[in-house]
């Protein structure tokens, strides 16, 4: 099925069109027009065209006004102040819109008319190292942005740019030579879960006893530093010991992931590793071009607008004077595989905010060599921190970083004993208890972190987060899964759109937030903003709470008409939410 043009859309055509008439030198001029709380849309444009003109804004806005038809959209148009339109639609456009929009699995949300191919880079934990909340962000923010470019046709590429090599490996490569059983499992697990646990305990234990060793231990140190050389050589032996620790360590990170309800797949996880046969070239082609000098020994690129403390120029180093490779290397061959491989037209990092200054030199230095460009950008979608209630980095009683596997499963034991309190009254089950708290728990976690723009800090409180009031994903579920009871309560009754009634004002307020979802989901691709997605969501929650206790559905009884209609925009709210959420990554149980 077609796209469905949005209400929105639809005015402005019809205002546009009667403008160009009214003022055809103004031909494509834009109305301006926007929701209002006077109205349902007011245009604002004409004020600024009329001064251009020489002309009467309100004279003018009369012009407009009489040469726009009336009838089966607009039910009201009225000159405000000095040329603005106010506009109100009429009921049956709100309802036959909305019908259209029901009639298509995608609600009637058009592709992008641009759809290009982008590779987003997000959740890269370290191999070796557990996952604490630090790495929370990157995964849920990421797979948000990749379902909802999906959702607009853009063709996505998922890069999990892990933490798989440096020095560290030869330390640790070292010590399993010499203890060769470190990483054997005691027994077979007996979940993905069990297995990831177990995984990351054989991990820190060889963690925390080779590094032991290598700070109590001259020679074992050498031979550590020896297996580096190694690695970086690609002998046989040390490569095939690595790939066990990267093997074990994705053991651990997709079981933490398949706690956050994420989908990861092996061939999207490309480490650092994955560049090192490119590093030497990317150097040379920086060095052979000019856009990297010789310093000290070192291959730097410099920038006249980053200075250091002292007021000399922060240089972004590509190669040591040693001649290893930093992070800058990796990350710039990256970029030229993502451009030339797998021909990216837009490059996403969901990375901290705090390695901001880093990827501002990463992609000069890549547009100076000419791999990013009008046609190919790259922009880092910058995450703020995670704080305590107290308002400080989120940290344990001890001071310790908060393991993420130990905030999930809080998360999901605090969702789980909110459901159980109403578990009675809906008749859930004792599976349907513990499915439901954890869709509720890592829902409540995501939430909280979509619904914060990704730029800023945001408070972790867990009694907040899965809270039935306020702000939540709690609430949005507990909003669908009242909608799917009184679905179920109608009985023999069906939803059915009714053009020819009028609408109360919560149900046209309803109406006109449920139009606005195609608009919506455009708006937060396009800024990279899955924050707009939540609150659109939270909003359409909030606008259907107030339907509902002003516009009796179920009981007392309706007229048929329009008991029917009404359950139409409860089926369409629902079908929303649970699309809208979808993509957030929350599921929506139909019974809570």
Known sequence: MASVPSLASSVHQRVADALASALPEAGGADPLLRRSDRADFQANGILALAKKAKANPRELATTVVAAIPGGDLIKEIEVSGPGFLNITVSDRAIIETLAARAGDDRLGVPYAANAGTTVIDYAQPNVAKEMHVGHLRSAVIGAAMVEILEFTGEKVIRRHHIGDWGTQFGMLIQYLIEHPHELDHKAAAGSAEASGEEAMSNLNRLYKASRAVFDSDEEFKTRARARVVGLQAGEEETLALWQRFVDESKIYFYSVFNKLDMDIQDPDVVGESGYNDMLAETCKLLEDSGVAVRSNGALCVFFDEYKGPDGNPTPLIVQKSDGGFGYAATDLSAIRDRVGNLKATEIIYVVDARQSLHFKMVFETARRAGWLNDEVKAVQLAFGTVLGKDGKPFKTREGETVRLVDLLDEAVDRATAVVREKAEKVGLTEEEIVENGRYVGIG?????????????????????????????????????????????????????????????????????????????????????????????????????????????????????????????????TARTLTKGMSLLGIRTPERL
């Open 444 to 572: 409540a976690v995501k939430y909280a972190d979509l619904s914060t723009s990704a730029a800023r800090d945001y408070k972790f409180d867990l009694d907040q987060m899965v809270s039935l009031n306020g702000d939540t994903s709690v609430y949005l579920q507990y909003a669908y899964a009242r909608i799917k009871s009184i679905l179920r309560r109608a009985g023999d009754r069906k939803p059915v759109a009714h053009p020819e009634l009028e609408l109360a004002p919560a149900e046209r307020a309803l109406g006109l937030h449920l139009d606005q979802f195609g608009e919506l989901i455009a708006e937060a691709a396009a800024e990279h903003a899955p924050h707009k997605l939540a609150a659109y969501l939270y909003q359409l929650s909030s606008l259907f709470t107030t339907f509902y206790d002003q516009c009796p559905v179920v009981k007392p009884e309706p007229e048929l008409v329009v008991g029917e209609n009404r359950l139409f925009l409860c089926d369409l």
